[in-house]
């Protein structure tokens, strides 16, 4: 059974700390991207990676790392320079940069909160 | 710059009317849009999408209209059920260009579909 797979599903963070959030898909999808929601906001663009080895800063990276060693990760680490890290976190896939007919497919979320 | 607008925040409809849910863009280099649906906790699944080449897009219960000279785009739902209660969100996408790959959201609109 396909899908996208975010773990955890709720995640606490300490002032000063970073952060690792897990994306893992078996769709076999080469694009795969990071959003962020926050309370009566559009989700924004984080980071995206069209493929192996290689990402793109969204809208809001600062603050922000991943990586894409392997087609089926794309880990996000929330690192201490993100002064205001408390949001729902959506990682996304595509079967190939965005285009005709193409959509993405959502993980089901992580909720990080600082405590 | 919030370049996909919900004006609408919040709509809520009767059991068996029509809703309707409006979507403005103002990058007339938008050329793809799709409408979302979010459960609360949950990841956004896709709806349905529209081209520009199209001004409207038919899928059962759910009708895309697309007025391209508007920068305009509207969800319909005929029949509403109660099952239709969500957040709901507009998408749009270049096809070509330089942001190729990525989608810009609407901030949402929150339906509730009443018995």
């Known amino acids: 059974d396909g899908g996208i797979t975010q773990s955890p599903k709720y995640l606490f963070r300490k002032e000063g700390q970073n952060v690792t959030l897990s994306c893992e898909q078996n769709?076999?999808?080469?694009?795969m991207y990071w959003y962020r929601q926050d309370p009566g906001q559009g989700l924004r663009l984080i980071y995206y990676s069209q493929i192996v080895n290689d990402f793109q800063k969204g809208d809001i990276a600062e603050g922000y790392s991943v990586s894409r060693e392997k087609k089926e990760s794309f880990p996000l680490t929330v690192t201490s320079a993100q002064k205001n890290p408390t949001a729902f976190y959506l990682c996304?896939?595509?079967?190939?940069?965005?285009?005709?007919?193409?959509?993405?497919?959502f993980g089901s979320g992580t909720q990080l909160s600082v405590l | 710059d919030q370049q996909v607008k919900q004006n609408s925040p919040s709509l809520s409809v009767q059991e068996g009317r029509i809703s309707i849910l409006n979507c403005d863009y103002t990058?007339?280099?938008?050329?793809?849009f799709l409408w979302y649906k979010k459960y609360p906790a949950e990841g956004p699944t896709f709806l349905i999408s529209i081209s520009s080449i199209k001004d409207k897009n038919e899928d059962g219960r759910f009708t895309v209209f697309l007025n391209k000279s508007a920068k305009h785009l509207s969800l319909h739902i005929v029949p509403s059920q109660p099952g239709d209660s969500a957040v709901y969100f507009c998408a749009a996408s270049e096809l070509r260009g330089s942001t190729l790959g990525r989608l810009y959201f609407g901030r949402g609109t929150q339906l509730t579909v009443w018995p």
């Open positions: 990058n007339s280099m938008f050329d793809y």
């Open positions: 996304a896939s595509s079967r190939d940069i965005f285009g005709p007919d193409e959509k993405l497919f």
């Open positions: 769709l076999n999808h080469d694009a």
